[in-house]
């Protein structure tokens, strides 16, 4: 699973980081977890608010911070 985060470097980027690797660890999911920082390739995504959380290629949620239960029901698929 390839999961990322895309945001420039906000607080609340750093929060849904947090938040997406803790419950990946908890659930023990294995996970390619990175943070993307270039606006182009944000972009490319089609994302215009950030922070977004994009798995395997999806845009899950862009301009805001889901839930836990939010982030484990879609890593957990």
């Given amino acids: 699973m ?3 985060i895309l945001g420039v470097g ?3 980027c750093h929060k849904l980081e947090e938040m997406v690797r ?3 660890t908890k659930e ?3 996970a ?3 943070k993307v920082e270039d606006f182009k ?3 490319a995504y089609g994302v215009m608010t950030t922070p977004a959380l994009v798995i395997d290629g999806e845009v899950k949620v862009a301009g805001k911070i889901p839930s ?3 982030i ?3 890593l957990k698929g």
Avoid: Y
């Fill in 22 to 24: 803790a419950v990946a």
């Fill in 10 to 12: 906000c607080a609340k």
């Fill in 72 to 74: 484990k029901g879609w």
């Fill in 2 to 4: 390839k999961i990322e």
């Fill in 68 to 70: 836990e239960d939010q």
């Fill in 28 to 30: 023990g999911i294995n």
């Fill in 41 to 43: 390739k944000i972009m």
């Fill in 32 to 34: 390619d977890i990175s």
